[in-house]
T-cell receptor, first 114, second 114 residues
Framework: NAGVTQTPKFQVLKTGQSMTLQCAQD?????MSWYRQDPGMGLRLIHY???????DQGEVPNGYNVSRSTTEDFPLRLLSAAPSQTSVYFC?????????????FGPGTRLTVL | GESVGLHLPTLSVQEGDNSIINCAYS??????FIWYKQESGKGPQFIID?????DKRQGQRVTVLLNKTVKHLSLQIAATQPGDSAVYFC?????????????FGKGTKLSVKP
């Protein structure tokens, strides 16, 4: 299994541009999530999904959209990039049908908005 | 603000010594805690987890202790090695397991001196 994969690894955007961060997992995990990590801070939850067709907001959802059309993929869309969205973005997943909530993370996408 | 925090932002230890990384949490309803290790440029990597009905759990060279009375969590690393140098995050589950969303602390940077 490749686990959780994310593309691209690095991205530079100009203010106002839009883009999609890709996340995929091949472990048949129902739960997937997106976090952002800023310097000196822990990870903050942006959006999450408990299964295909179901998404919900996390702690910092503004400026981001998600969709979950398949179990494998959970893309994160920036509608109109702002410098405040400069961050490292991590996607994570965990299996369903388990009482453990440990999530497994991808390698991250480092985004810079100029 | 975040309910999960860390007592020390940095920790420096000698190779071969034991390391103790601490974490405080504020939500007595949290029922699941996880420690992650994050190396530079990588995503968080699962180390060990513990349920609130336990006070100790051991893994390979790592032990997690949970003190619910004072809402304190610690990660002990035995015989610390240079490869243990990383930022360590604690995380708690505040949904009672229904969604599995995690709240992360800000992290402690562990440096191992040869």
């Amino acid at each position: 299994n490749a686990g959780v994969t994310q593309t691209p690894k690095f991205q530079v955007l100009k203010t106002g541009q839009s883009m999609t961060l890709q996340c995929a997992q091949d472990m048949n995990h129902e739960y997937m999530s997106w976090y952002r990590q800023d310097p000196g801070m822990g990870l903050r939850l942006i959006h999450y999904s408990v299964g295909a067709g179901i998404t919900d907001q996390g702690e910092v959802p503004n400026g981001y959209n998600v969709s979950r059309s398949t179990t494998e993929d959970f893309p994160l869309r920036l509608l109109s990039a702002a410098p405040s969205q400069t961050s490292v973005y991590f996607c994570a997943s965990r299996p369903s049908g388990s009482d453990r909530v440990t999530q497994y993370f991808g390698p991250g996408t480092r985004l810079t908005v100029l | 603000g975040e309910s999960v925090g860390l007592h020390l932002p940095t920790l420096s230890v000698q190779e071969g010594d034991n390391s103790i990384i601490n974490c405080a949490y504020s939500n007595s309803a949290s029922d699941y805690f996880i420690w992650y290790k994050q190396e530079s440029g990588k995503g968080p990597q699962f180390i060990i987890d513990i349920r609130s009905n336990m006070d100790k759990r051991q893994g390979q060279r790592v032990t997690v202790l949970l003190n619910k009375t004072v809402k304190h969590l610690s990660l002990q690393i035995a015989a610390t090695q240079p490869g243990d140098s990383a930022v360590y995050f604690c995380a708690e589950n505040m949904d009672g397991g229904s969604q599995g969303n995690l709240i992360f602390g800000k992290g402690t940077k562990l440096s191992v001196k040869p």
